[in-house]
């Protein structure tokens, strides 16, 4: 069954660092991964996504993320965090015959100045 | 970009009261809507797949008569909590993909806070 994993529940950068945020998926093919933002109160938005090609792909906002088939991981990074980034993260897996999209648990950021 | 309208955002309403929240996609047809449910700071749960046209796919354990759910258009999808009780005060999410993109990311709309006194 699919699933994904994002093992940090909480992450506390000061601003100015770099910043990794991990995820792990399990599902028998390449899958479609995705990063979602989302502030307090709102929705989500898709900070990137992964389909094929290039391993590493660039998003929204500063933020990167490298697919590694070999370690089924896909971990949003960047180089220098912004009060601002300050949210909760979540990654997600869309699978190629169907709809649905499978979450993580989400991983909440907190910017210290 | 792709843009997801969620009306309303907010809903106060006293316990019996049934409550409908309307998921719009404004530059895109979207066969395909979902409704997700997050408590906090958990994780969104997707409660339901609406279908533009035909009925809507209910996951597990989501209670079909408690959540009526209707996608008359391509741009339109609703959600309704009949006869609201305070155990049903959560955050809800809808979301839309394109049509014709199969591989296409969901996107998402604001959310409706619901909270039933």
């Known amino acids: 069954a699919q699933s994904v994993t994002q093992p940090d529940i909480h992450i506390t950068v000061s601003e100015g660092a770099s910043l990794e945020l991990r995820c792990n998926y399990s599902?028998?093919?390449?899958?479609?991964l995705f990063w979602y933002v989302q502030s307090p109160g709102q929705g989500l938005q898709l900070l990137l996504k992964?389909?094929?090609?290039?391993?590493l792909v660039q998003g929204i906002k500063g933020f990167e993320a490298e697919f590694k088939r070999s370690q089924s991981s896909f971990n949003l990074r960047k180089p220098s965090v912004h009060w601002s980034d300050a949210a909760e993260y979540f990654c997600?897996?869309?699978?190629?015959?169907?709809?649905?999209?499978?979450f993580g648990t989400g991983t909440s950021l907190t910017v210290i100045p | 970009g792709a843009v997801v309208s969620q009306h309303p955002s907010w809903v106060i309403c006293k316990s019996g009261t049934s409550v409908k929240i309307e998921c719009r996609s404004l530059?895109?047809?979207?066969?395909?809507m979902f409704w997700y449910r997050q408590f906090p700071k958990q994780s969104l749960m997707l409660m339901a797949t609406?279908?533009?046209?035909?009925?809507?796919?209910?996951e597990q354990g989501v209670e079909k008569d408690k959540f009526l759910i209707n996608h008359a258009s391509l741009t339109l999808s609703t959600l309704t909590v009949t006869s609201a009780h305070p155990e049903d005060s959560s955050f809800y999410i809808c979301?839309?993909?394109?049509?014709?993109?199969?591989?296409?990311?969901?996107?998402f709309g604001d959310g409706t806070r619901l909270s039933i006194l």
């Open positions: 979301s839309a993909r394109d049509r014709g993109y199969g591989n296409q990311p969901q996107h």
């Open positions: 599902y028998g093919a390449t899958p479609y």
């Open positions: 992964y389909f094929s090609g290039d391993t």
């Open positions: 997600a897996v869309g699978v190629y015959t169907g709809n649905q999209f499978y």
């Open positions: 530059d895109f047809q979207a066969t395909t």
């Open positions: 609406s279908n533009e046209g035909s009925k809507a796919t209910y």
